[in-house]
């Protein structure tokens, strides 16, 4: 079962940016698509972007333009690039493969925007 690891959250003013990263474990990491989620306090998790295996990108509405997802094959990481940040923006955040898997959720990343 796949396993992930996410980190680089913190602690931030709006306006600001954050890049988080997230290691893979326990599948050929290149072979599937990975997506960014999160999770705000009170609501549901939402998906974020997503990056498929040959590297196309897609952003919910809500992050288009201010958020760049990537992903290093070799090193078996994913990260998200999140810029512009919100008070909105605040929120655990999450990876996964795309569409989730229910089993494979880690502990996630905060990310507090606030001034």
């Known amino acids: 079962q796949v396993q992930f690891v996410e980190s680089g959250g913190g602690l931030v003013q709006p306006g600001g940016s954050l890049k988080l990263s997230c290691a893979a474990s326990?599948?050929?990491?290149?072979?599937?698509?990975m997506g960014w989620y999160r999770q705000a306090p009170g609501k549901q998790r939402e998906w974020v972007a997503t990056i498929t295996r040959g590297g196309s990108r897609n952003y919910a509405d809500s992050v288009k333009g201010r958020f760049a997802i990537s992903r290093d094959n070799a090193k078996n990481i994913l990260y998200l690039q999140i810029d512009s940040l919100r008070p909105e923006d605040t929120a655990v955040y999450y990876c996964?493969?795309?569409?989730?898997?229910?089993?494979?959720w880690g502990q996630g990343t905060q990310v507090t925007v606030s001034s």
């Open positions: 326990g599948r050929p990491f290149s072979t599937v698509a």
């Open positions: 996964n493969i795309a569409p989730p898997s229910r089993g494979s």
